[in-house]
């Protein structure tokens, strides 16, 4: 069986048993704050990352962080954010990192499997 270790940055988005039912891993961790996020990234890297963008205290909070990985160097892997609001520029913002944006969970759901099928290929 294929791990896909996945990092959810989260709040309150996508209910992380979904993904876990839905693609069968044990891999599966669940980050709720900036430094912790950043710890784990850097001592234990995700093969990808799914964020929400909006936070409680920052609209703009999920593409913050990833900016600063990006630029920092701490993550070089696939993100995807799981997001209803996709105004204001935040296409363009999740663009600029290299993301994919995602409004529904089916969608995602079949951007993860695919992720575990690519590297089920690499491996």
């Not at 044990?26 to 430094?35: A, P, R, Y």
């Not at 529904?104 to 590297?119: M, V």
């Amino acid at each position: 069986c294929i791990q896909l270790k996945l990092y959810l940055l989260t709040q309150s988005m996508l209910d992380p048993s979904i993904a876990d039912t839905k693609l069968n891993t044990d891999s599966l961790t669940i980050v709720k704050n900036t430094n912790a996020s950043e710890r784990r990234i850097t001592s234990n890297p995700p093969d990808l990352i799914v964020s929400d963008i909006v936070r409680v205290d920052n609209y703009n909070a999920g593409l913050e962080i990833t900016e600063n990985f990006r630029t920092e160097g701490l993550f070089k892997g696939p993100i995807c954010f799981y997001t209803a609001d996709r105004g204001h520029g935040k296409i363009g913002r999740a663009n600029k990192v290299g993301a994919l944006i995602f409004t529904k969970p089916t969608p995602l759901l079949n951007a993860l499997r695919e992720a575990l099928i690519l590297k089920g290929n690499k491996g």
